[in-house]
């Protein structure tokens, strides 16, 4: 379904895919096996987040994530929310994440647990609008009720994850994207 409103694409669509600009970010950092990919070709249009989320690592926790590389700095302020292309979906449930903050790394390598800005959706194809006020404040996967409010204006890092939900989801996934992009304002007629 094409949208009335106009996008500002920051991957896909009038952007291209390129892979190294996603980095994973799974269960294994915590002692998980799941795996995830984001594989992208300058020869298509989309882009593929697709893994393996194992739960019996875990004890029936599991993730798989991509994130975008390196600190980002988008100014979102003036936009409505995000926009996602969808090609092609397995039916499972995914989480958007939004960050705002960079966590500092710890000794052991790990980030520091900070804020993530969430959205849980089951992607069907042609496009989902999810509008800023749908991200909720969530810290190592519990609500954050006094979080400060989302910095619009400074974000810093976007993620795309598959998780178990405590042994609801598992095995492989595939979730094909035409683009991720922020839904520009409607310009008003003078």
């Known amino acids: 379904m094409a949208s009335s409103e106009p996008n500002f694409y920051l991957f896909g669509g009038l952007k291209p895919w390129q892979e190294h600009a996603w980095l994973p970010l799974d269960d294994r950092v ?4 799941s795996k ?26 599991g993730f798989a994530a991509q994130r975008t590389a390196g600190p980002q700095s988008w100014d979102l302020f ?7 292309g969808v090609d092609h ?13 960079i966590p500092p790394i710890l000794e052991d390598g790990k980030d520091e647990g900070t804020v993530n800005w969430e959205y849980d959706f089951v992607p069907t194809e042609g496009e989902i609008s999810v509008s800023w006020e749908d991200f909720k404040p969530m810290c190592r996967g519990k609500p954050k009720e006094d979080a400060t409010p989302l910095r619009l204006d ?3 890092r976007i993620c795309i994850m598959m998780r178990s939900h405590f042994g609801e989801q598992e095995g492989s996934f595939r979730l094909d994207l035409k683009y991720i992009a922020a839904i520009q304002p409607e310009k008003k007629e003078e």
């Open 89 to 101: 979906s397995d039916g499972k449930k995914y989480t958007l994440i939004l960050k705002d903050d």
């Open 36 to 61: 995830s990919y984001f594989v992208c070709s300058p020869d298509s249009d989309v882009a593929s987040f697709r893994g393996t989320l194992d739960i019996t690592a875990l004890g029936g926790a």
């Open 154 to 156: 400074h974000i810093k």
């Open 30 to 33: 915590r002692g998980g096996k």
């Open 78 to 84: 003036d936009y409505h929310g995000l926009r996602l």
